[in-house]
């Protein structure tokens, strides 16, 4: 995906999420390393990472940003992307020292590397005094419900006859 500044986001942004997929391929290079192979693998791992630090696997973040097929890292907050990346950089210097081998010992290290972030995110929470996991969506994207859209246009057709 290339992302440029006319789909809204600022330059940090956009630095910080190049810099956060770099960081990302560090981290599956090490999970390859480490006997992870097949994408679900991946997945049960990044959500490992995702449920310790945010309370939530990404299917479940993504709900609750009211997202659908858009990435979810695309409609995080600056302070959400840090967070992400914090656990996927603490997970794979965890997984470098560690050297976890197979699904289940990479789960273990999935979630310590979580785990820093989680006690980042409670730290940054205390000092703000508020939550730091948004249901804002970077782009502030708004949905509209397909029957509504149906029924719309419906209604312009009954009321042109």
């Not at 090490?30 to 299917?59: D, H, P, R």
């Not at 502030?140 to 009954?158: D, M, R, T």
């Amino acid at each position: 995906m290339i992302i440029t500044e006319t789909t809204g986001y600022s330059d940090k942004w956009i630095e910080a999420r190049l810099k956060g997929i770099l960081d990302r391929k560090k981290l599956t290079d090490v999970w390859k390393a480490n006997g992870i192979k097949q994408n679900y693998e991946y997945a049960v791992l990044t959500n490992e990472i995702y449920q310790e630090w945010s309370g939530m696997k990404a299917s479940e973040y993504k709900e609750y940003k009211n997202i659908r097929k858009e990435s979810l890292r695309d409609n995080m907050t600056d302070v959400e992307v840090a967070l992400a990346d914090l656990g996927e950089i603490a997970t794979r210097e965890l997984a470098k020292e560690h050297k976890p081998y197979g699904l289940k010992a990479n789960k273990e290290i999935a979630k310590k590397g979580g785990h820093v972030a989680k006690v980042a995110r409670e730290d940054m929470e205390k000092e703000l005094g508020k939550s730091v996991v948004s249901k804002e969506n970077a782009l502030s994207y708004q949905y509209i419900n397909q029957k509504q859209l149906s029924k719309g246009s419906n209604k312009k057709e009954k009321d042109k006859n």
